[in-house]
Structures are given as structure tokens and as C-alpha cells.
């Protein structure tokens, strides 16, 4: 208290971080509070201050009494938002997010709040209200108006009810009846705050009693008291959703909150929908397919503790709950908690340091965790719990492996025989079929078979992408499209080919071959509208199709009980991927994408179709057996020195310019070898696997290493030297999901 009078009588100052997304200004600028801001700024409070004659956002992030600098202080402008202040924990949390990604101090701030928030001036105001009518008048006067009023009518009505309820929606009312009200000043108008979303699943709730499997699961992690990470490893179906559930309720009877994290919101809308049947309006949702509206209210339901959970993409690890009791990673292994753009921070590594911080579990699930946390589960670093069984006593699908090598001979391009049988035999019997292709667009490549010419994206330098329902060609990297010719644009001849298959291609096929069947097709073509994929995939679960063709979007975490057969078009496209983690992307994705099948009472059934019959993974998924493959890939990684037996970081030096691009990447290594320790290893420079794109030319380094203490400043000191340089710029990734 006598603190805070002294401030008063003193001056009071405060260093603001400035919201100028730029690495060369990230420090802090002190200016003075005005004195009728005394008793409202607090440290993580956005302000408006002035700088380089604008007005700009900035963050609190010290409040002093004494400023000693020879200046004259400019005075803080305005206080943007009285509500919204950053907690400790997450100021916290952002310094450590630039110590561990090297990014500007305020871009960590940035990345945890909804764009709403960074509004840069005042009078945009994202608060949506509901009119209602309440009494203007006293009772008394109220009645003595409806005594004497002869006629029985609307506005007695309404005034009857409002001598009975506090208020009524004016929109109940009606606009022509509630002026009538308001002009004789019987009633007035109130606005209270409306929630965008306040509509809640409508589908029936079932609580499952835990099987005796999730029972020891969910009671091991009950009862951890303090910070673990926690690997729940369960098959497909073994109804992880059901322990988290569970986990989240009890922590919720214990007066705490959590958060859930689900790699794409769209695609798990069934678990979203199973957390509003169980908890209700106790739920928050927070994901980039919302618009800023709804993102705002629904960050102002956390902040303001109106809700006790949280389920989201990446970026709803930053909730602003208080008292978290746990938190919940689902499909662990995801790449989406990674963020591919500043700041580099992988989801996971933040839900540690709030479980730190909390002192509470953080529980990653999944029924193929990467090698990295399974690994660290077997050691005993990670709690490691499982489920091996699915919930409803199934057996895991049976998996065939066909070589199409022998399928092309009998002009089989697309659906080998087998595949064709199972299909047309579920569609028989009524159940229904997910087909997998990780390619869309009609066709991969379109060459001329005169010339040779193949159509090329002049900004990326790799194959356009055919899109025969827009009868473009498309570049899948940056975006740029061309419509396609009749002939060759080069030797104007007859002789464009169509080579490599995509999603609309085999939808084309499937209407063909299997022509009553109702076919869905969903990829990124067919789901750009908002809520389109939501539909797909809600219209499939009712029966309404028989087939859901899709890329790997369709593989994660759908529960679709009628579905028997699955096939795998095309398993090589994900296997001949030029990263070390590709045999573990092409696992999760294809063992994932079988577990979509015999979820029902039915044994499921997996086609794969390859060129490649002998491939060690193919077998793995084959057999169910990610024992297997875990120890299979594991011998690989330790031989070629990748994780988890090495960290990794990547730095890509990317210019317009190829000489100045390459000469960058080669001081860049000459340093590197030069100032970080000896036992580490630096390989490159090497043209990055998109080499060019968008115009620019990117070069690779990538650094391996088990302990080394000099890297931080190496890549702290370089990080500086590239702040300044104006031809080219240096992206520096910690421990990135691929090189
Ligand atoms: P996972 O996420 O582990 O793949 P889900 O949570 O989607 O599995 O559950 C698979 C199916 O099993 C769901 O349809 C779910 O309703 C059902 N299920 C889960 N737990 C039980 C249980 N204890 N008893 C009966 N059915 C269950
Ligand atoms: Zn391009």
C-alpha cells in the first residue's frame, strides 16, 4: 500500500516491448505513465505508446519508480485493452520461447494471442451484444399502466412477463411492439456480451464405463501428483478419448482447468463434439478456422474463467488458465504442433514447461508416438502407459499387400484385383470404404511426349499439378496457376501426357468402376470452404456415401464404425519422401489410416498396393507391429546419426540471389566448424529440398549433435549477423520435423 503511494507522489515509468515485428527493435523503450494510469497499468498489460511518429502496441514489462536517463520521456498513450493482462506464467513463458527458438521477444507475446487482440487502435471492438427489454419503471407504476390500459394486447403481454423475469430478448419482442414500449418509456434496453458460439452438440451422449484396460490407465495417471510426462501409447480404437475424459473430469472436481490439443480441429470435430456433450458450455474451442470474432470470445471465456477446458490446435497450448490441473496432447505425433513459421516452437515443449510451472501431468497419446517420446518412454524419462487392446474387443484390421508391378501387366493402373474384390464385396454387404492417395490434383505431371517439355512452376522450379475440374495447372507450393494448353506450348504439337495420379483422377476411376456406388472425394480442393470438411465427413458417418476417398487428411482420428475395407492406393508416394523421417511419416499414416477400419462389428480389411512388395515398413504395418518398426527404424537412426541419438538444427540461407545465397551458406559453415564443439557434426551446404521457391534460392545446413554448449551462442552470434543483412536471410529451426 505505502509502495504504491509513494509511486503516487513519485513518477512512475515503464518499459514497454514494442509490437514492431522486426528483430532490430526487440528491446524495450522506457516511457512515462500519465497519473490518472496509476492505479490501472499493470505488467503485461497491452498499451499504445507513441513511437518513430506513430502510435504502436507494446507490452509491460517492468514497472519502475526511478528513470535515470537524460531524455525526455515520451508518455504511454492509452491503455489498449483493461481487461486482458499476460499472467506471469506466460511472460514468462514467451522469454523462454525466444531463448529456445531464437525468435524476437515479441513475436512470442504475439503468437499467444488471437489477432483481435493486436488491434491497433481502440474503437474496433469485437464485443457482440444482445439487446434485451427489462422494466423502466416501478412495479407499481407498471401495473397501475396495465390497469388502466383497456385492451389486452402484445405490450400488455410483455410488460406482464417483466413484472415475473428480469428481462426479455428485444428480438422475442419484435421491433414494432418493443418501440411502442420504449417511446411511452416503459421499458428500456440493456446489451449484455453474446458469445459467437454458444451452441452445443446436439448428439447423444454415451458414457462408457472404462474397460478394465483404460481403468489401470486412467488410475496411473490420476494419481500422479506433480510434473511427469506421460506417454499414453494405445491402438487405434482403444478409446483414449474416453481416459481423457475421465482425466479431465476428475480434474475438473478438484476446482482446476485443462487443455486438450488436437492436431486439426475440423478432423477431430467428433472428439470436440464428445468434450461438449460431457462438459457443455465448460468448453472453449480455439482453433485458425474460426473467425476473429469467435477467436476473441472464446480467448475472453478463458481469460475471464468461464470455462475449465480448452480443446485446440497448436496455439490453444497458450490458453490463459488458470490453475492448470493437466495437459492433454492427442496424436503426439503429429507434425502440426511444430510451427513452421517464427517462432519455431513446438507445442509439446511449451505443454513441458507448463506442466513445469503447474506442477502438474502432461499426457501425450497415441498409438504410434514418434521414436523420440516412445523412446523416452522405454528409459523411464516419460511415464509410459498403454492400451493395447480396442475398446470394443476388436481385432486390428487384416492387412494385403499387393505388388502392382504384376497389376500393370493385367492393365490394372489404379485398383489392383484384390482391392477392386474387397471393394465391390463391402459395398454388397452394405459397409463402407476409405480409399487413401496422398496426391491431389488429376495428374502429378504433364510432359509432352513429342519434346519432352514438362510444365514447371517458373517461381519454385518443380512440376505443376493438373487440375482437370478447373482445367489448370497449379503449383503446390506457392500457389501459381496456369490454365493448360491443347497442345504443347512448346512444339505445338498433340502430345501432352498425363503422368502421376491424383484424388480426382481415381475419383473419376471409381465412378467408373464401381458406378453405384456414391463417392466423396476429400482433399484440400474440396474443403477450402469453411465447414466443408466437417460436411464430408459428416454426411459419411450418416451413410449418405459409400466411398470417402481422400489424402491423408481422412487418416487421422476418424471413428467410423460401418467402415471394413481400406485401401492404400499408392504406399510408395509417402515412402520415396527425401527425409529422415520419412519411413516414420509413412508408418503413422498408413498404420493410422488402417485403424480406420473394423471399428464396428465387423474385422476390418486393408488393401496396400506398392511397387515396392519387400519394403521393411510395409511389412511392419503389415503385421500390426510397431514393436517392430520401432526397432527396425530406431538401428537406422542410430547408424545415420538422427534422433533421437542426435539433435538436430536446420538453417536455411535463402536469397534472391544463388551466388550470394551459396557464398552466405559457406562462411556459415567455415563458423560453424570453427566456434561449436568438435564432436559435433555440420553437414552442407546443400541446396535445400525445395530448392527454389517463390523466386528465392535456399541453401541447407544442418547440424547434428548430442551435447554441446558452445551452439547456443554460435547461433545467437549468427542469428545477429544476419538480422543486418539485407540480400539474405537466415532461418534458423530447432529441432525441426524434417530436413
Ligand atoms: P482411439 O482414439 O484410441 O483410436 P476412440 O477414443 O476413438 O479410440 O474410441 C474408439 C471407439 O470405442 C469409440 O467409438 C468409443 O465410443 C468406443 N469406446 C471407448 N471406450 C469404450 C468403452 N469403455 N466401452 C465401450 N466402447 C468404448
Ligand atoms: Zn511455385
Known amino acids: 500500500m505505502c509502495g504504491k503511494l509513494l509511486i503516487m507522489k513519485n513518477k512512475l515509468y515503464a518499459e514497454i516491448l514494442i509490437e514492431y515485428p522486426a528483430k532490430k527493435i ?11 494510469m496509476f492505479d490501472k497499468i499493470k505488467v503485461g498489460m497491452k498499451v499504445l505508446v507513441p513511437f518513430a ?96 390500459y383497456k385492451k389486452n394486447n402484445k405490450q400488455i403481454d410483455v410488460l406482464k412477463y417483466l413484472l415475473e423475469n428480469d428481462s426479455i430478448l428485444k428480438s422475442v419482442v419484435g421491433s414494432y411492439v418493443a418501440k411502442a414500449l420504449l417511446d411511452k418509456e416503459l421499458v428500456r434496453e440493456i446489451k449484455r456480451i453474446k458469445y459467437r458460439i454458444n451452441k452445443y452438440s446436439d448428439s447423444n451422449l454415451i458414457k462408457h464405463e472404462l474397460n478394465d484396460e483404460q481403468k489401470v490407465a486412467y488410475e496411473k495417471i490420476k494419481n500422479i501428483s506433480s510434473h511427469k510426462v506421460v506417454l499414453l501409447e494405445g491402438v487405434t480404437g482403444s478409446g483414449k478419448t474416453e481416459v481423457y475424459l475421465n482425466l479431465i473430469q476428475n480434474v475438473i472436481n478438484g476446482g482446476k482447468s485443462a487443455i486438450l ?31 476473429e470474432g469467435e477467436k476473441y470470445d472464446e480467448y475472453l471465456k478463458m481469460f475471464r474463467g468461464e470455462v475449465s477446458v480448452v480443446v485446440g490446435t497448436r496455439s490453444a497450448i497458450f490458453a490463459p488458465l488458470k490453475n492448470l490441473g493437466i495437459i492433454i496432447i492427442d496424436e503426439c505425433h503429429s507434425d502440426t504442433y511444430k510451427q513452421d513459421n517464427t517462432p519455431r516452437y513446438n507445442a509439446k515443449d511449451i505443454a513441458v514447461k507448463r506442466g513445469e510451472y503447474h506442477n502438474i501431468p502432461v499426457v501425450l497419446g497415441s498409438a504410434t508416438p514418434l521414436l523420440e517420446e ?16 480396442r475398446a470394443n474387443n476388436n481385432l486390428l484390421p487384416v492387412v494385403d499387400i499387393v505388388d502392382m508391378m504384376a497389376e500393370v501387366k493385367k492393365h490394372n493402373f489404379i485398383f489392383s484385383d484384390l482391392l477392386k474384390d474387397k471393394i465391390n464385396e463391402a459395398l454388397s454387404k452394405k459397409e463402407q470404404v476409405i480409399l487413401l492417395l ?11 511426349s513429342y519434346c519432352g517439355f514438362t510444365y514447371k512452376c517458373p517461381y519454385c522450379d518443380i512440376t ?3 487440375h482437370k475440374s478447373t482445367n489448370n495447372l497449379r503449383c503446390h507450393y506457392c500457389g501459381y496457376s496456369i490454365l493448360k494448353d491443347s497442345k504443347c506450348p512448346n512444339c505445338h504439337k498433340e502430345g501432352l501426357n498425363f503422368l502421376g495420379l491424383g484424388t480426382e483422377k481415381v475419383e473419376e476411376e471409381i465412378k467408373k468402376i464401381f458406378s453405384d456406388s456414391r463417392v466423396v472425394r476429400m482433399d484440400q480442393d474440396t474443403t477450402s470452404r469453411k465447414g466443408e470438411s466437417e460436411r464430408i465427413i459428416k454426411s459419411f458417418k450418416n451413410y449418405e456415401y459409400d466411398i470417402l476417398l481422400g489424402t491423408q487428411m481422412i487418416s487421422k482420428g476418424l471413428d467410423f464404425p460401418k467402415v471394413s475395407v481400406v485401401g492404400i492406393i499408392n504406399a510408395d508416394t509417402a515412402l520415396n519422401v527425401p527425409d529422415f523421417r520419412s519411413n516414420e ?20 480389411s486393408v488393401v496396400l498396393q506398392t511397387y515396392n512388395p519387400d519394403n ?17 527404424e530406431m538401428n537406422l537412426r542410430r547408424m545415420l546419426k538422427y534422433p533421437p541419438y542426435y539433435y538436430l538444427i536446420s538453417l536455411k540461407v535463402i536469397s534472391k540471389n544463388y551466388e550470394y545465397a551459396l557464398i552466405s551458406a559457406n562462411k556459415i559453415v567455415d563458423y560453424l566448424k570453427k566456434n561449436i564443439s568438435k564432436e559435433s557434426i555440420v553437414l552442407g551446404p546443400a541446396t535445400a529440398s525445395l530448392f527454389k521457391f517463390n523466386n528465392n534460392y535456399r541453401f541447407q545446413i544442418v547440424i547434428k549433435y548430442r551435447f554441446d554448449d558452445k551452439i547456443n551462442n554460435a547461433l545467437k552470434y549468427l542469428d545477429s549477423i544476419f538480422i543486418n543483412d539485407t540480400k539474405a536471410v537466415l532461418e534458423i529451426d530447432i529441432n525441426p520435423m524434417n530436413v
Open 261 to 291: 490439443l488436437v492436431p486439426e480441429i475440423t478432423l477431430t470435430m467428433q472428439i470436440v463434439n464428445r468434450f461438449y456433450d460431457w462438459f457443455g458450455s465448460n468448453v472453449a474451442i480455439f482453433h485458425s478456422g474460426l473467425s
Open 53 to 148: 511518429s506513430k502510435k504502436v502496441n507494446g507490452f509491460v514489462m517492468k514497472l519502475i519508480d526511478k528513470y535515470e536517463g537524460e531524455f525526455d520521456l515520451k508518455e504511454i498513450d492509452s491503455i489498449v485493452f483493461e481487461e486482458l493482462v499476460l499472467n506471469e506464467e506466460l511472460m514468462l513463458l514467451g522469454k523462454y520461447i525466444k531463448d529456445k527458438t531464437l525468435c524476437p521477444l515479441i513475436s512470442a507475446y504475439q503468437v499467444m494471442l488471437p489477432r483481435s487482440l493486436k488491434i491497433k487502435n481502440q474503437e474496433h471492438n469485437y464485443n457482440k451484444y444482445d439487446v434485451y427489454l427489462s422494466l423502466n419503471k416501478s412495479k407499481e407504476e407498471t401495473y397501475e399502466f396495465i390497469n388502466n
Open 438 to 448: 496422398n496426391r491431389r490434383g488429376f495428374s502429378t505431371t504433364v510432359n509432352c
Open 616 to 632: 521393411k515398413v510395409l511389412m511392419y504395418i503389415k503385421n500390426n507391429d510397431f514393436d517392430g518398426f520401432y526397432n527396425y
Open 26 to 36: 526487440d528491446k524495450c523503450f522506457t516511457y512515462a505513465v500519465p497519473e490518472e
Open 374 to 389: 516412445r523412446a523416452r518412454a522405454l528409459k523411464g524419462v516419460y511415464e509410459y502407459v498403454t492400451l493395447k487392446k
Open 464 to 466: 505443376l499439378t493438373y
Open 585 to 604: 511419416k509413412a508408418f503413422h499414416l498408413m498404420y493410422q489410416a488402417s485403424g480406420r477400419a473394423g471399428r464396428g462389428d465387423t474385422l476390418g
